[in-house]
């Protein structure tokens, strides 16, 4: 899951939208919903959208 929070704070938003349905499916974890709350304030709306609707 590294590789997951990694990417969700990544360059590229396209990577980081991509990234959060993979942290959704495992939320249960820590370190999932931590990534998905930092991506709540993400600067691409997309992003945003998708890991307030994974929360």
Do not use: F, I, K
């Amino acid at each position: 899951m590294p590789a997951l929070a990694l990417a969700v704070a990544g360059p590229r938003a396209g990577v980081r939208e991509a990234a959060v349905p993979a942290l959704t499916r495992r939320r249960a974890a820590e370190e999932a919903r931590a990534a998905l709350a930092t991506a709540t304030r993400d600067s691409d709306a997309d992003v945003r959208a998708r890991a307030a609707r994974a929360l």
